[in-house]
Nanobody, 127 residues
Framework: QVQLGESGGGLVQVGGSLRLSCAAS????????MGWFRQAPGKEREFVAA????????YYGDSVKGRFTISRDNAKNTVYLQMINLKPEDTAVYYC????????????????????WGQGTQVTVSS
């Protein structure tokens, strides 16, 4: 069982940066693959980034490649999403998710593959 709580969202200017954090509580955080998804009003939930339990493999949605970086600190039970060069289209509620089973480049992009979800944190990029 894992409980997730996101933080770090807020209002930023175009081209600015934010770092989101997802703090986990419960057993065996280090054994969970982690992902970030986002959802804007009227749109489907979109895959943003994912990281395997070991941290060796990371995956990114096409829209954020080169701008976002996912990382994890298992000692702190926390996964991060560093976002740079933010654009208005990045505006969304960002959700942290955890998966007990191994993650692949294909399954990482499917929200249905994740077992636990946080409540989300709002990111707004203004011009």
């Amino acid at each position: 069982q894992v409980q997730l709580g996101e933080s770090g969202g807020g209002l930023v200017q175009v081209g600015g940066s934010l770092r989101l954090s997802c703090a986990a509580s419960g057993r065996t955080f280090s054994a969970y693959a982690m992902g970030w998804f986002r959802q804007a009003p009227g749109k489907e939930r979109e895959f943003v980034a994912a990281i395997t339990w070991s941290g060796v493999n990371t995956y990114y949605g096409d829209s954020v490649k080169g701008r976002f970086t996912i990382s994890r600190d298992n000692a702190k039970n926390t996964v991060y999403l560093q976002m740079i060069n933010l654009k208005p289209e990045d505006t969304a509620v960002y959700y942290c998710a955890a998966r007990k089973s191994p993650l692949t480049v294909v399954t990482s992009r499917r929200a249905s593959e994740y077992d636990y979800w946080g409540q989300g944190t709002q990111v707004t990029v203004s011009s």
